[in-house]
């Protein structure tokens, strides 16, 4: 059974920095590209950043290019998403998701598994 558990949540000041982590299990993690999503209260799940299984690809929503940085350790079967120059419009529930495919993808049908989330909030 495929699980992913994201963690790495908080409080913190617009400015500041936040990593996230996203632990996967019940998968051969290695062949899985893997994204990160956000969902602000009353709004749709929205793509945040993804990377292809190998790691070599990854691909950014506009809002967070330059601001945001996706990895992932193929041994440690997780995949991280650092958070720099945090905004308040950045507050939302971030998660992590995961699909048997090779390359990053952005749309949010085209991945199978998901975690719960993890609250990210950005005070002002």
């Known amino acids: 059974q495929v699980q992913l558990v994201e963690s790495g949540g908080g409080l913190v000041q617009a400015g500041g920095s936040l990593g996230l982590s996203c632990a996967a299990s019940?998968?051969?993690?290695?062949?899985?590209?893997m994204g990160w999503f956000r969902q602000a209260p009353g709004k749709e799940r929205d793509f945040v950043a993804a990377?292809?299984?190998?790691?070599?690809?990854?691909t950014y929503a506009d809002s967070v290019k330059g601001r945001f940085t996706i990895t992932r350790d193929n041994a440690k079967n997780t995949v991280y998403l650092q958070m720099n120059s945090l905004r308040p419009e950045d507050t939302a529930v971030y998660y992590c998701?995961?699909?048997?495919?090779?390359?990053?993808?952005?749309?949010?049908?085209?991945?199978?598994?998901w975690g719960q989330g993890t609250q990210v909030i950005v005070s002002s």
């Open positions: 998701a995961a699909d048997r495919s090779p390359l990053a993808a952005t749309i949010e049908a085209e991945y199978d598994y």
């Open positions: 019940g998968l051969t993690f290695s062949n899985y590209r």
């Open positions: 990377i292809s299984w190998s790691g070599s690809i990854t």
